[in-house]
């Protein structure tokens, strides 16, 4: 039978699977993450994620404890899996990862211009918290603003 995107499990994104994190990086970012940042990430233990289909990873979420914060820093689904809920489901488990933390708030940064990932995090409970002017380099030397956001998890202890 042919697997469907309920088949699609989430796992710690290991070493052995930064070819293909990367080939989804690169296809997805402006401006991608490269294999240095990914080892970096994961040998400074960071939340870092994978969702796979079988042996196909088909995307992958990795954020930073911090004191009693959390920071999303990437999140990124290939191209040809994505508007299936596949983020949302990375970023629930985000969420949930950060309450077992004991995190407060989880914050993040967003190009200024990427509307599908401002309306997932606005889906998930995320709000606009501040403006960035000219944070995110561009093609042909410009720079875009990042929007800061900031989800207030509920139940955190004080
Ligand atoms: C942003 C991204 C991770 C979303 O992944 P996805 O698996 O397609 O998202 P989901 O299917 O879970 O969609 C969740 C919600 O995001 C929004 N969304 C997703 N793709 C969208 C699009 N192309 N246009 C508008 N809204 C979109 C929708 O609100 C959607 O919910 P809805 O369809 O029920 O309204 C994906 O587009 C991606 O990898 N983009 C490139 C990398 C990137 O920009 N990462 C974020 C850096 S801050």
Redesign the pocket.
């Known amino acids: 039978m042919p697997l469907t995107y309920a088949d699609a499990r989430p796992h710690a994104l290991t070493s052995a699977q930064l070819d293909a994190a990367l080939a989804i990086e690169e296809r997805?970012?402006p401006h991608p993450w490269t294999r240095g940042n990914f080892e970096g990430s994961l040998a400074a233990g960071h939340y870092a994620q994978g969702l796979s289909r079988g042996s196909e990873l088909l995307?992958y979420c990795i954020a930073m404890p911090a004191a009693d914060e959390a920071h999303l820093l990437?999140?990124?689904?290939a191209p040809e899996?994505?508007?299936?809920?596949?983020?949302?489901?990375m970023v629930r488990a985000l969420l949930a990862w950060a309450r077992e933390q004991g995190a407060r708030d989880v914050w993040?940064?967003?190009?200024a211009g990427?509307?599908?990932?401002q309306?997932?995090y606005l889906?998930q409970g995320f709000a606009p918290a501040g403006r960035r002017p000219n944070y995110y380099p561009c093609p042909q030397g410009q720079r875009e603003d990042a929007l800061l956001m900031r989800l207030q998890l509920q139940g955190a202890t004080a």
């Open positions: 997805c970012s995307g990437n999140i990124a689904v899996h994505q508007k299936h809920g596949l983020a949302q489901r993040l940064e967003v190009r990427n509307d599908a990932a309306r997932l889906r």
